[in-house]
């Protein structure tokens, strides 16, 4: 072993040409590596950081009376578990008129933890003292001057400070803060915890559990950042994978939440990335020496003792090119990322730190550890099953002879010697296609990604998100008498600043199906009949639950009913699943858009209802009846039956209520002209307005001046939210071009090196051909022309490669990350550019290597073995 350290480093230092190449290509490609897998790790960070201000920054929370809140604070670190933050929330009274009003009482802690900042004034010290946020402020048309008296429940509070709006799209009413020792009606306490993020927190909470005696339904989780932390086992995804009814599209889904599969998935592939570029310029460098182990082997030198030394001598490369090449690539990384994050100064929600992928590092010294163990043993594989004199003369005897003419054909011979050199090897030939191909296919795969993944955040800032328009006007009530006049929308149209508003109707009912329209049955928990599955108590208190069992044996699901205005039917056409959606024909046909259901895989087909089919819903006969008509039960004078054919089928809707049954059941959308005629209702329950120009909180006074005799009706404030979501999208998406861009220009160096050792190793033959008299000009054109046919052939690939795996990115966006139809297609002027880089790069490629030949004298090139 001695012996073999001290030949490598005399090898090292003797041929220090071919040395720099594999350092070279060892530090660019682990820069490659671990830069990008930091940088795309670093994009995750972001987003969870998102995720902590939209969320809170807490993994878990409980209920909990004083004495265990007292118990868990003096056990913060225990045998297996260390919490680190710990915020106390008591919702100490909560009042239902003239609005829906909460008095709690929070610690600092819970403020820090939910990102909601102390603006002006103090917390509240003493009884009588209260803080507001500026959303309620605004709705209660109370100044933001500290010491001010105001008016809460018929009693005088003093306003001890003001605190930052908690997110946009959270559902809840109007808050006050008071002090601890206010008194209220024994409300429940909440303890929000947050564990040690270096351990797995898995661990942590059952620890925590098992300490302080927390049954398993106890705890409940903040989704948004614990999946971040997956540490699933592979003991758990085997499991998985034996439970009946798992398929591949599970074991995929089970990955993305237990294993991070965004991250992890990228570190994956730019190590394979990597290893071959690795791989192919070792091949390249072994490809020369060949001859030089060949004369080891004389000497008499085993199979073995090759191995050891050519293992030895990589791994001593791969010593001193990783450190270098990770310093690199993540200072590279991190020097822009840095500069590039100043772009968004303003974008509180995103993180503006670097962080290194350690997990990328490690993981990728691992693999590429391997891989020069595998390189070192296939090269002596080669070797071993050549003779000494063949190894010598690097030269390869086994290939067949073909005596067949060519002259008798219009073929020119310089065009049939060309083909010959393409296809002489064709295991070259196809690496060296692979190698013109892999670079476009990855920016081609990542453009598709990039571009659908905006179209998917577009989509879902409108629906899912809540933020479809600058401004929401809604009523905070589940009565369906209240209602906004339409004379209230037009004043607000009038209001200096806004360009549009888009008012909506509201009705509840319930869709009666027949048993067999229904194919998951276990969707609903009222019907699923599964002990871990329950229903919302506060559904089966008000509406008796989402999904009842008829006594014809057939279903009834609540369905919100919404009146749409032209632009926002116009709105739906991204969510369209099926059929057509044309306010003017639904008008005539009496038609209305069905909002299905969707499982967690992103599936459709759960509900056998399509454009054509007519429904039968059962409403109440007027906005008017009896609260407890929402339940809809077996009083008929209550309620009458509405037929309707179903002219669309979509995947979300928008302006959701989130007072009656929000989300839950299913949605009928129809146009306000058809709520009117159907039910009588004229009047509206939300109203979107979209901002023109002018200042947002003028805007919102005036609104609010228009709507502050309505009851119950507010106004939440969008524009921030959607500016700071813009901004995080608009950096997401330059991630990803980065990440396409950098791998393209790695992917083309490869290329230049790979092609130019397939010019350089026929230095022999291309000098006997300039011997036999073709001029410098004619074996240039040859030339070019093969450089040419691999970038036709290399365009080819790309195209076809990049097709299939569309196929299979669709699958994984749709079912999957769940993205709302990712039907964007990569442009053709995108493709159409690859196809002329490769064109491009595979001529260049040739032509650079081919000046250097010709620039060489005929002896000279006939004389190279």
Request: with cysteine; proline share 3%.
């Amino acid at each position: 072993m001695k012996a073999s350290y001290k030949f490598s480093v005399r090898y090292i230092k003797f041929y220090k040409r071919q040395t720099l190449a594999i350092l070279f290509s060892i530090v660019i490609s682990v820069a490659l590596m671990t830069g990008i897998s930091s940088l795309v790790y670093s994009g995750e960070r972001s987003n969870l950081e998102k995720d902590r201000t939209v969320y809170g920054d807490y993994h878990y929370y409980i209920k909990a009376d004083s004495e265990l809140i007292q118990e868990i604070r003096s056990k913060k670190k225990g045998e297996e578990y260390r919490i680190t933050r710990l915020g106390v929330f008591e919702k100490k009274k909560v009042i239902q008129e003239p609005y829906i009003f909460s008095f709690i009482y929070a610690d600092g802690e819970y403020f820090s933890i939910i990102k909601r900042k102390l603006l002006k004034g103090d917390y509240p010290a003493k009884p009588g003292e209260v803080m507001l946020d500026e959303y309620t402020m605004q709705n209660l048309n109370i100044s933001n001057e500290i010491g001010r008296i105001v008016m809460l429940d018929g009693k005088e509070y003093t306003l001890c400070g003001v605190v930052s709006n908690r997110w946009a799209t959270a559902v809840g009413g109007m808050e006050g803060f008071v002090s601890k020792d206010t008194k209220g009606d024994g409300g429940k306490q909440f303890l929000y915890i947050k564990f040690d993020e270096e351990k797995d927190l898995k661990r942590q909470r059952k620890a925590f559990q098992k300490e302080f005696h927390v049954p398993d339904g106890g705890m409940m989780v903040n989704d948004a950042v614990v999946s971040f932390f997956g540490d699933g086992q592979p003991s758990g995804f085997w499991m998985l994978m034996t439970t009946p009814g798992s398929n591949f599209t599970t074991a995929l889904m089970y990955a993305q939440e237990e294993f991070n599969l965004t991250v992890n998935g990228v570190i994956i592939i730019l190590c394979i990335f990597s290893s071959f570029i690795i791989y192919s310029i070792f091949h390249v460098s072994i490809m020369k020496r060949t001859s030089q182990y060949g004369i080891l082997e004389a000497l008499g030198i085993g199979d073995k003792d090759i191995f050891r030394l050519l293992f030895m001598e990589l791994g001593l490369l791969f010593a001193m090119g990783y450190p270098i090449g990770s310093i690199i690539g993540n200072g590279i990384i991190g020097l822009s990322y840095s500069k590039f994050s100043n772009v968004f100064a303003d974008a509180d929600a995103v993180s503006k730190h670097f962080y290194i992928s350690y997990k990328a590092v490690i993981l990728g010294a691992v693999f590429l550890g391997i891989l020069l163990f595998l390189i070192s043993f296939i090269s002596v594989r080669r070797l071993h099953r050549l003779s000494v004199v063949d190894v010598m003369k690097n030269s390869n005897h086994s290939k067949r002879r073909n005596r067949k003419s060519y002259s008798t054909n219009t073929v020119q011979m310089t065009d049939v010697i060309s083909k010959k050199f393409m296809f002489a090897r064709k295991g070259t030939f196809i690496s060296i296609l692979f190698s013109l191909s892999l670079g476009g296919i990855i920016f081609l795969c990542t453009t598709y990604v990039t571009v659908n993944t905006r179209h998917n955040n577009e989509l879902s800032l409108k629906a899912d998100d809540g933020l479809g328009s600058d401004y929401q006007i809604f009523l905070e009530t589940s009565s369906l008498q209240d209602t906004i006049p339409e004379k209230s929308v037009s004043n607000i149209k009038k209001v200096p600043g806004v360009e549009s508003a888009h008012p909506v109707n509201y009705f509840l009912g319930e869709l009666e199906i027949a048993r067999d329209t229904l194919q998951w049955k276990n969707f609903f928990p009222e019907i699923a009949n599964d002990p871990n599955y329950l229903p919302d108590p506060r559904t089966m208190e008000y509406f008796n639950g989402i999904c009842t069992e008829r006594p014809d044996g057939g279903y009834g699901i609540k369905s919100n009913i919404y009146g749409y205005d032209s632009r926002m039917m116009a709105g739906l056409e991204s969510y369209l699943l099926e059929g057509r959606i044309n306010p003017l024909k639904m008008q005539e046909d009496n038609s209305v858009i069905l909002r299905t259901l969707m499982d967690g895989q992103g599936y459709y087909d759960g509900l056998l209802i399509h454009p054509g089919d007519t429904i039968t819903v059962k409403v109440p006969k007027s906005p008017d009846v009896p609260e407890e008509a929402v339940k809809f039960g077996d009083q008929e004078d209550w309620f009458l039956e509405k037929k309707f054919v179903v002219s669309a089928v979509v995947s979300r809707a928008m302006a959701n209520n989130p007072y009656f049954i929000g989300n839950s059941g299913l949605d009928l959308i129809m146009t306000n002209r058809q709520m009117e005629e159907n039910f009588g209702i004229s009047g509206y329950n939300i109203i979107s307005v979209k901002k023109g120009t002018g200042d947002s909180k003028e805007i919102v006074k005036g609104i609010k001046d228009q709507i502050y005799n309505l009851p119950r009706c507010l106004i939440k404030d969008y524009t921030a939210e959607i500016k700071l979501q813009n901004s995080y999208l608009e950096q997401k998406m330059i991630f990803f071009y980065g990440i396409a861009v950098i791998l393209l220009m790695i992917s083309l160096m490869h290329i230049m090196n790979s092609m130019s050792h397939l010019v350089l190793s026929r230095r022999h033959e291309f000098g006997i051909l300039r011997a036999m008299g073709i001029t410098d000009s004619g074996f240039l054109i040859m030339m070019l022309k093969e450089g040419l046919h691999y970038g036709v052939f290399a365009s080819l690939l790309t195209v076809l490669v990049y097709l299939g795996l569309e196929r299979l990115l669709l699958y994984l966006l749709t079912h999957v990350y769940l993205y709302i139809n990712p039907n964007q297609r990569t442009n053709i002027w995108i493709i159409g550019g690859i196809i002329i880089l490769n064109l491009i790069i595979s001529v260049g490629a040739v032509f650079i290597p081919v000046k250097q030949v010709l620039g060489d004298s005929i002896i000279e090139e006939i004389n190279r073995e």
